[in-house]
């Protein structure tokens, strides 16, 4: 139940202020679709953000995860020394007036952080990546354990365009060919993650990403392997080479069954042995027209925040039908999340719509991740969820082709989805911390 003091329902209260002045705007820089974009804006004057709620919302998320947010200015004698507190920091990336939204929890020896903390040597640093549709308020379940341990740096960032960092305008690039088309998106998030390293004066970090954010940190260990003391893969998408017939199954609106969750036995197929997908039955009109609307959505840089925005007041509803997936959560998390995940989708458009650029339709990398972090110098591990749409063969086939080079590991949450370290965040921080405090690699 909500109480007047909730800080989710003074989140919402701000919330619904200011939507009562939105101005009639939608911004958006979609590439080939921004004017469409700006065009719809006078039809939705709902779709438009501010700034203020979404911190408001953010605050209220990392509060029900026990994470207070204080400012730079906040007195060492105002800390309470058995609570978690957190900087939100905006982290200037370039010249051009882009940054990267940080929560940092500075752990200075007394179980806790702030930002007056003393620093002392040697520290070690975390960072934590979201996925797709997430930002740095879905980790809220594990700062709070993950910050016990002595010693230790924890941040976590929003990816540049994406939750609460700067939206600068992301254009793709989809007549020059898959390697290329994968490359231009991947250096947006590489290249902006190390500037935020080299801003942040982190020399090596145990840098981990979570399912889109696994597939960009590990693109990341790739290019800079002298900064990533450990490489920690979250149930990374983009690790299996695709079906060699990918692209007319899809078109033809035929669904193959090694993507069910739970397939008939005998009828799994694993996209990385290239083998020949069994189809699903002969699909219905109404099928293959979502299918090929899917197909050339994706394909032209379309994302599932500007559906949202599309929707209007029916956008909400929409995410909260999403988050409504995590039965395990109480109702006010499931209220929180929603209110966080909606307000960062009501944004300009920026690096979501680079989703088509690295996934072909179907999900699959245009540079699968199984033919290249192999290559790594640096210890790495895994994390599945039990009941995880992403298959645990990829992982288990790149620690297979590492063959003992460097130390590996992989771990399955019980109980958990894809967001294992929301469904279950006593077992996986339990786990994290593991990794975080282990001597032999």
């Given at each position: 139940?909500?109480?007047?003091?909730?800080?989710?329902?003074?989140?919402?209260?701000?919330?619904?202020?200011?939507?009562?002045?939105?101005?009639?705007?939608?911004?958006?820089?979609i590439?080939?679709?921004?004017?469409?974009?700006?065009?719809?804006?006078?039809?939705?004057p709902?779709?438009?953000?501010?700034?203020?709620?979404?911190?408001?919302?953010?605050?209220?998320?990392?509060?029900?995860?026990?994470?207070?947010?204080?400012?730079?200015s906040?007195?060492?004698?105002?800390?309470?020394?058995?609570?978690v507190?957190?900087?939100?920091?905006?982290?200037?990336?370039?010249?051009?007036?882009?940054?990267?939204?940080?929560?940092?929890?500075?752990?200075?020896?007394?179980?806790?952080?702030?930002?007056?903390?003393?620093?002392?040597?040697?520290?070690?640093?975390?960072?934590?990546?979201?996925?797709?549709?997430?930002?740095?308020?879905?980790?809220?379940r594990?700062?709070?354990?993950?910050?016990?341990?002595?010693g230790?740096?924890?941040?976590?960032?929003?990816?540049?365009?994406?939750?609460?960092?700067?939206?600068?305008?992301?254009?793709?690039?989809r007549?020059?060919?898959?390697?290329?088309?994968?490359?231009?998106?991947?250096?947006?998030?590489?290249?902006?993650?190390?500037?935020?390293?080299?801003?942040?004066?982190?020399?090596?970090?145990?840098?981990?990403?979570?399912?889109?954010?696994?597939?960009?940190?590990g693109?990341?260990?790739?290019?800079?392997?002298?900064?990533?003391?450990?490489?920690?893969?979250?149930?990374?998408?983009?690790?299996?080479?695709?079906?060699?017939?990918?692209?007319?199954?899809?078109?033809?609106?035929?669904?193959?069954?090694?993507?069910?969750?739970?397939?008939?036995?005998?009828?799994?197929?694993?996209?990385?042995?290239?083998?020949?997908?069994?189809?699903?039955?002969?699909?219905?009109?109404?099928?293959l027209?979502?299918?090929?609307?899917?197909?050339?959505?994706?394909?032209?840089?379309?994302?599932?925040?500007?559906?949202?925005?599309?929707?209007?007041?029916?956008?909400?509803?929409?995410?909260?039908?999403?988050?409504?997936?995590?039965?395990?959560?109480?109702?006010?998390?499931?209220?929180?999340?929603?209110?966080y995940?909606h307000?960062?989708?009501?944004?300009?458009e920026?690096?979501?719509?680079?989703?088509?650029?690295?996934?072909?339709?179907?999900?699959?990398?245009?540079?699968?991740?199984?033919?290249?972090?192999?290559?790594?110098t640096?210890?790495?591990?895994?994390?599945?969820?039990?009941?995880?749409?992403?298959?645990?063969?990829?992982?288990?086939?790149?620690?297979?082709?590492?063959?003992?080079?460097?130390?590996?590991?992989?771990?399955?949450?019980?109980?958990?989805?894809?967001?294992?370290?929301?469904?279950?965040?006593?077992?996986?921080?339990?786990?994290?911390?593991?990794?975080?405090?282990?001597?032999?690699d």
């Amino acid at each position: 139940m909500l109480t007047e003091s909730s800080p989710l329902l003074a989140a919402e209260q701000q919330q619904k202020q200011q939507q009562d002045q939105l101005p009639w705007l939608l911004h958006s820089n979609i590439g080939e679709s921004s004017t469409t974009a700006s065009a719809l804006s006078w039809l939705w004057p709902w779709s438009a953000a501010d700034s203020r709620t979404d911190d408001a919302n953010e605050r209220a998320l990392l509060a029900q995860g026990g994470v207070t947010v204080v400012g730079p200015s906040t007195e060492e004698s105002d800390i309470d020394s058995e609570a978690v507190f957190a900087e939100a920091l905006d982290v200037d990336i370039d010249a051009h007036g882009n940054y990267i939204h940080t929560i940092a929890i500075r752990n200075n020896g007394r179980g806790n952080a702030t930002a007056k903390s003393e620093v002392r040597a040697p520290r070690r640093s975390l960072v934590l990546t979201h996925g797709y549709f997430a930002g740095v308020g879905f980790f809220f379940r594990n700062y709070h354990g993950l910050s016990q341990v002595d010693g230790w740096d924890i941040y976590a960032i929003d990816w540049l365009g994406m939750g609460r960092s700067s939206r600068p305008t992301y254009k793709g690039v989809r007549d020059e060919g898959d390697e290329r088309r994968a490359e231009h998106a991947e250096d947006f998030f590489v290249e902006s993650l190390e500037a935020w390293r080299q801003r942040m004066g982190i020399d090596k970090m145990v840098l981990c990403g979570h399912s889109f954010g696994g597939y960009m940190v590990g693109v990341y260990a790739l290019k800079y392997p002298q900064h990533v003391e450990k490489l920690v893969l979250l149930s990374p998408i983009g690790v299996p080479e695709a079906p060699r017939d990918l692209e007319n199954m899809i078109w033809q609106g035929y669904e193959p069954v090694h993507r069910k969750l739970h397939p008939k036995e005998g009828e799994y197929r694993m996209a990385s042995n290239n083998e020949a997908p069994v189809y699903d039955g002969k699909p219905s009109w109404q099928r293959l027209l979502l299918f090929r609307t899917s197909v050339y959505m994706w394909d032209r840089n379309y994302s599932p925040q500007w559906v949202v925005r599309l929707c209007g007041p029916l956008g909400r509803r929409l995410v909260s039908w999403y988050i409504g997936r995590f039965s395990l959560l109480t109702d006010e998390q499931r209220r929180g999340m929603a209110a966080y995940a909606h307000q960062h989708a009501q944004l300009a458009e920026s690096s979501a719509s680079s989703l088509g650029d690295f996934l072909r339709p179907g999900g699959f990398a245009r540079k699968p991740l199984v033919n290249r972090v192999p290559d790594v110098t640096m210890p790495t591990v895994f994390f599945y969820g039990s009941h995880d749409w992403v298959g645990h063969a990829g992982g288990e086939e790149i620690i297979k082709r590492i063959d003992g080079r460097v130390s590996t590991r992989i771990y399955h949450i019980p109980n958990a989805s894809h967001n294992f370290h929301i469904d279950n965040p006593v077992v996986f921080n339990r786990y994290m911390i593991d990794e975080m405090t282990r001597a032999d690699d």
